[in-house]
């Protein structure tokens, strides 16, 4: 089935270290995208890669770093940098699917990072 | 920018009764206004979208009302039932930027 793949589903970070959370696409999407979702609150945006080896900070990318290698996969690494990173992680595609858009933008089912 | 905003954080509905989730935008530049459905601990999922040429869209279940006079969308849930609970987020899009989400509404279903 086409879709979104991240893992893992729940990641412990300790203090220090840095953890890269992996986010695969199958959809054949040019653009991807990471968001953070606190308890209760909305989507913001971290980063955005619309073309493989190119992309954009977001609202709140400091002590995020991304990569864009493949079209398929775009992982994103919390370094020790981000001060409170505990929150649900939502990786995203936008293209051609359900909506008449083809800039609708599918999700994967998110990775909880806790700090230990 | 965009802003997108919700006139109701919270919203309690008895089973079986209609639901209505309003949403409020400011860029009149929208091609497209797409509604998402968050279920605990998953990621959002695509519901249903109109474009910026209709006032009217219905699918299984939802109607989507577009007042682009007053810049106003609102998504109705007929016969609300419990698997209905969620967070609704609406999104206009531009084509042009990453989408940009409201907070979103939670719509809890009373059995």
């Known amino acids: 089935d086409g879709g979104i793949t991240q893992s893992p589903k729940y990641l412990f970070r300790k203090e220090g270290q840095n953890v890269t959370l992996s986010c695969e696409q199958n959809?054949?999407?040019?653009?991807m995208y990471w968001y953070r979702q606190d308890p209760g609150q909305g989507l913001r945006l971290i980063y955005y890669?619309?073309?493989?080896?190119?992309?954009q900070k977001g609202d709140i990318a400091e002590g995020y770093s991304v990569s864009r290698e493949k079209k398929e996969s775009f992982p994103l690494t919390v370094t020790s940098a981000q001060k409170n990173p505990t929150a649900f992680y939502l990786c995203?595609?936008?293209?051609?699917?359900?909506?008449?858009?083809?800039?609708?933008?599918?999700f994967g089912e998110g990775s909880w990072l806790t700090v230990v | 920018g965009e802003s997108v905003g919700l006139h109701l954080p919270t919203l309690s509905v008895q089973e079986g009764d209609n639901s209505i989730i309003n949403c409020a935008y400011s860029?009149?530049?929208?091609?497209?206004f797409i509604w998402y459905k968050q279920e605990s601990g998953k990621g959002p999922q695509f519901i249903i979208d109109?474009?910026?040429?209709?006032d009217k869209r219905q699918g299984q279940r939802v109607t989507v009302l577009l007042n682009k006079t007053v810049k106003h969308l609102s998504l109705q849930i007929a016969a609300t039932q419990p698997g209905d609970s969620a967070v609704y987020f609406c999104?206009?899009?531009?084509?042009?930027?990453?989408?940009?989400f409201g907070k979103g509404t939670r719509l809890s279903v009373i059995a």
């Open positions: 109109i474009r910026s040429n209709m």
């Open positions: 995203a595609s936008s293209g051609r699917g359900q909506g008449a858009s083809g800039n609708t933008i599918y």
């Open positions: 999104a206009p899009d531009s084509g042009n930027t990453p989408l940009v």
């Open positions: 959809l054949n999407h040019d653009a």
């Open positions: 890669s619309q073309i493989v080896n190119d992309f």
């Open positions: 860029n009149s530049a929208s091609d497209y």
